[in-house]
């Protein structure tokens, strides 16, 4: 098995399409055709997390953090970044991470921290525009159920539970071939009209290749005419943090003490309570003040997350609790998320989760 099957399963999990501008995921050190001789999961692919794989015959370390953000001008080992660089190369490691786009699938790290709760009716929080695309294609009539399940097949016409979405419009075609050209119907040379079905469905961007490969294969034409459109709406499968319920309302203080122990943290910082219950919960995993204010619209009685400054804490502004249980502490779930993607696609290769507690901050 080589390293590049295990990250097309992962990436087909959390598309690289899905992550923000900002971030750096994917294969940062090593060679995708390589094989693979041994996984390590981790959240922070540090210098002795490197150890663990070399100790344990780890050729791959997958990690949500990615080591590198920004370009190195130079690799002396001044810093751990460096240092990481250093051994990652020496030792044949290579180095993955997914990122914010394992954060922004539904399924994703918020979902992981819903999971600790037992949040129910789950929803994405701020879902993201700009990742659809709508294809409109033009069909003879008796060919449009074939053009369609080629399309449904690649992937096309997923709008939330439901499969196989589709509209189609019945009209007249035109055409005239040119010398050379073989039409399916009419002749070269002549103005042929057509009863023709108007096709359109809905797909992610990351498949506009596969789609309209489908689409060409299927469609009886020599030349083939479509369009792709980019479409501003938002997704909700796709997107940032996750809001849901409790099975059950619950005192605010009862709830912070579940929050402290099912996310094993030494410290939640928490904004004033407000004498009530507790029902509706919003979570995003690592530093995530920048959806305070979606969590308070969607009426959020607590709000979990990580990274929150001195005056974020302000802005709450009684419309709920804030509470803060450490950057690591709400992302540490991801190695089982992990986990639980590879296992689920190769069962006759075990990852190892990593024994390396990162966490770069203590409790007294």
């Not at 060679?31 to 070399?54: F, M, P, Q, R, S």
């Not at 993955?96 to 129910?120: C, F, I, P």
């Not at 995530?288 to 979606?294: C, D, I, N, P």
């Amino acid at each position: 098995m080589t390293i590049q099957s295990i990250i097309q399963v992962i990436e087909r999990f959390a598309p690289p399409a899905y992550q923000e501008s900002y971030d750096n995921a994917g294969l940062l050190f090593g060679h995708a055709g390589w094989e693979a001789k041994g996984v390590l999961l981790t959240l922070d692919a540090t210098e002795a997390v490197l150890d663990e794989a070399i100790e344990k015959g780890c050729n791959l370390v997958i990690a949500h953090h990615p080591i590198v953000f920004g370009g190195l001008k130079r690799i002396t080992g001044r810093n751990y970044v460096e240092r990481v660089a250093i051994k990652a190369i020496k030792n044949d490691i290579a180095v993955y991470a997914a990122h914010t786009n394992l954060d922004n699938v539904r399924a994703g790290v918020s979902a992981m921290m819903a999971k600790q709760l037992g949040l129910e009716k789950t929803r994405v929080l701020d879902p993201k525009q700009g990742l659809l695309r709508k294809l409109y294609t033009f069909v003879p009539a008796g060919h449009a159920s074939a053009v369609q399940d080629a399309l449904f097949a690649a992937g096309a016409g997923h709008i939330g539970n439901y499969s196989e979405c589709s509209f189609y419009h019945e009209g007249t075609g035109t055409f005239k071939g040119g010398e050379g050209t073989d039409p399916f119907v009419g002749k070269p040379g002549e103005r042929h009209g057509e009863a023709e079905v108007k096709v359109e469905v809905i797909f992610p961007a990351q498949l506009e290749g596969a789609v309209t490969a489908a689409l060409r294969q299927a469609h009886p034409y020599e030349e083939v005419a479509y369009d792709v459109v980019k479409l501003e709406n938002r997704w909700a499968e796709v997107g940032s943090g996750l809001i849901g319920e409790l099975p059950e309302g619950m005192d605010e203080m009862a709830f912070l003490r579940m929050v402290k122990e099912r996310f094993r943290t030494g410290c939640v910082r928490y904004t004033p309570l407000r004498g009530k219950n507790v029902r509706k919960v919003a979570v995003c995993g690592g530093a995530g003040s920048f959806l305070l204010r979606q969590a308070r619209s969607a009426g959020a009685d607590a709000y979990i997350s990580a990274d929150f400054k001195y005056h974020e804490f302000f802005d709450a502004e009684n419309q709920l609790i804030i509470a803060d249980v450490g950057h690591f502490e709400s992302e540490q779930f991801a190695v089982d998320l992990f986990y639980h993607i590879l296992t689920e696609n190769f069962s006759n290769f075990a990852p190892l989760k990593s024994t390396i507690n990162t966490n770069p901050v203590n409790y007294l």
